[in-house]
């Protein structure tokens, strides 16, 4: 919630600042809930999985060392190449994640052993936001070319903009998707029809869904290397249709937009958009997310204790 909190104020800046606020609000809540309910008793607390991972290469001993210098490393790194090698002072979406990655490294060691696995999934939280929004999207860019307006304009066209039309289409109400590479405004606009006058929404990279993939895939997946410490066939099925649900929540959240915006106009589509769109996709994701942790629990054994052996019967002297 803290991480889609800065997002949304990355994308919404202060348009939407109390939504912010409430989100921000609400990471903070269930961070102290974890706090008191997710640590297990220090006897029995265990090192966690990014430990048992560097141990391969390490001892023990000096991941207590490994782990922060790797952070630091990092942070170092990331400058480094962003300022000398780009010339770039300026802070985007990927500074903040791999800002956030390198200082969870470097903080790893400062909680206690009993919250291991919390710490954990922090980590690979961040390290695999670090994959998907920047190692792989950077790779794209030098690897094809291609400009980033073009890349994410059409990516959005595709996943979001013409599936949003063509169910609009299906419900009766009439929409154009146009698509428009000229470099000026966005690139993704939806034409529909209030009173009489055509109306023209951009969707931006904010309104697409793609980060939200992103997000939603880089959460599930952390979640359950940490819970399971392992990948299988269920755990594939479950980021398979978390991916589909993330997808579709969005296409719904947007579709709602747009059928306001048709219904009453530009300032209550803005009004939907920023304040009750959001609403609609957390809800979704929510209830997809404890059904799926549910279902996979029980796949997986998790949680299931062996039956208690049966007291033997007392002799005729006890």
Do not use: P
């Given at each position: 919630m803290l991480v889609?909190?800065?997002?949304?104020n990355h994308y919404m800046g202060h348009s939407a600042l109390l939504i912010e606020i409430v989100m921000v609000a609400v990471g903070c809540v269930l961070a102290i809930y974890a706090a008191k309910v997710l640590a297990v008793p220090e006897e029995e607390a265990a090192h966690g999985i990014l430990v048992d991972i560097l141990c391969r290469f390490f001892p023990k001993e000096r991941c207590r060392t490994v782990i922060p210098m790797l952070g630091f490393l990092l942070l170092f790194a990331w400058s480094t190449w962003k300022i000398v090698v780009n010339g770039e002072t300026n802070l985007h979406m990927e500074d903040f994640i791999v800002t956030l990655l390198g200082l969870s490294l470097v903080v790893y060691y400062s909680g206690p052993s009993a919250f291991a696995d919390v710490k954990d999934f922090v980590v690979l939280y961040l390290a695999f936001l670090t994959v998907v929004f920047v190692i792989i999207w950077r790779t794209y860019y030098l690897v094809t070319g291609e400009s980033h307006y073009e890349i994410?304009?059409?990516?959005?066209?595709y996943t979001v903009t013409v599936p949003v039309v063509a169910f609009l289409d299906l419900l009766g109400f009439h929409v154009t998707a146009v698509l428009e590479l000229d470099g000026i405004g966005l690139a993704n606009i939806i034409e529909y029809v209030h009173d009489g006058s055509l109306l023209r929404l951009g969707i931006g990279v904010g309104c697409s869904g793609l980060y939200s993939a992103g997000l939603f895939f880089s959460a599930?997946?952390?979640f359950v290397l940490v819970r399971y410490r392992k990948l299988d066939r269920y755990i594939g099925v479950g980021l398979c249709v978390g991916l589909l649900v993330t997808w579709a929540s969005n296409i719904i959240r947007m579709t709602i937009t747009i059928m306001t915006g048709i219904a009453y106009g530009h300032p209550a589509l803005a009004f939907v958009h920023s304040y009750i769109g959001i609403?609609?996709?957390v809800g979704c994701i929510t209830v997809f997310w404890l059904l799926i942790v549910?279902?996979?629990?029980?796949?997986e054994g998790l949680g299931q204790r062996p039956s208690a052996p049966a007291e033997a019967a007392p002799t005729a002297g006890e």
């Open positions: 889609a909190g800065a997002l949304y994410t304009s059409y990516a959005e066209y599930f997946l952390a609403l609609i996709f549910r279902w996979l629990d029980k796949k």
